[in-house]
């Protein structure tokens, strides 16, 4: 108990409905939701019931915890995601003591936003630093699909001292390469290498794995 470990978070697009998926390997929590009436200790899970359509606790005592919320989209699921090839073959995760797996489509720059966004603010990141951060993402949900290996943006994230290390992956070979060419605006440089300290590609059985470290603008 408040040790670090992994957490998964997961956001699947449906026909009528958003399902976010949290999941990690802590020391668990009441494996339901609490009855309609009953009082729900903690702000988080009061959040949780007040703002999803639908939700579902799972885990147990030492199983750690699997959090399942469901909000409804206004229209079909089709006006928010666009046309994908079938899934793939499920691939491995990137490594990080955060891992995200978005599907792509308009959500995917806004949710990772946010995600990146709370990341860097834990880091002491100043706001012009937390705004490069989201800058980073946004390029990264607008790229990253065009050279994924299977149907989903992965991310795996390490907070080490005033950083944050991102990892994107698995992608198809030379694809590390394209996402950060095709961040370049007009003569300017690539935004992902102007406002990352340090990139890189790592490998991994499944494909090349785009590394990025994020700082805080002196």
């Known amino acids: 108990e408040g040790e670090e470990g992994p957490l998964e978070v997961y956001l699947?697009?449906?026909?009528?409905?958003v399902e976010v998926i949290v999941r990690d390997?802590?020391?668990g929590i009441r494996p339901r939701a609490p009855e309609p009436g009953l009082e729900v200790q903690g702000l988080g899970l009061?959040?949780?019931?007040?703002?999803?359509d639908r939700v579902e606790f799972l885990g147990g005592i030492s199983q750690g915890t699997e959090v399942r919320m469901?909000?409804?989209?206004?229209?079909?699921?089709d006006?928010?995601?666009?046309?994908?090839?079938?899934?793939?073959?499920?691939?491995?995760?990137?490594?990080?003591?955060?891992?995200?797996?978005?599907?792509?489509?308009?959500?995917?720059?806004?949710?990772?936003?946010?995600?990146?966004?709370?990341?860097a603010a834990r880091a002491d990141f100043s706001l012009e630093g937390i705004s490069e951060a989201q800058l980073?993402?946004?390029?990264?949900?607008?790229?990253?699909?065009?050279?994924?290996?299977?149907?989903?943006?992965?991310?795996?994230?390490?907070?080490?001292?005033?950083?944050?290390?991102v990892r994107v992956g698995p992608l198809q070979e030379g694809g590390a390469n394209r996402i950060m060419d095709a961040s370049a605006l007009a003569e300017l440089p690539p935004v992902l290498e102007r406002l990352t300290k340090n990139h890189g590609v790592e490998g991994s059985p499944d494909g090349e794995i785009l590394s990025l470290t994020l700082v805080n603008p002196e």
């Open 46 to 52: 009061s959040l949780i019931q007040t703002l999803s």
């Open 79 to 119: 006006q928010w995601v666009r046309q994908t090839a079938p899934p793939s073959a499920e691939v491995r995760l990137p490594p990080g003591e955060l891992v995200i797996a978005v599907s792509t489509g308009p959500l995917a720059a806004p949710v990772l936003g946010r995600v990146i966004a709370m990341l």
């Open 70 to 77: 469901a909000f409804s989209l206004n229209g079909r699921a």
């Open 12 to 17: 699947c697009v449906q026909d009528s409905e």
């Open 25 to 27: 390997q802590g020391v």
């Open 136 to 165: 980073v993402t946004d390029s990264l949900a607008a790229n990253v699909p065009r050279v994924l290996v299977g149907d989903k943006i992965q991310l795996g994230i390490d907070s080490p001292a005033e950083e944050l290390l």
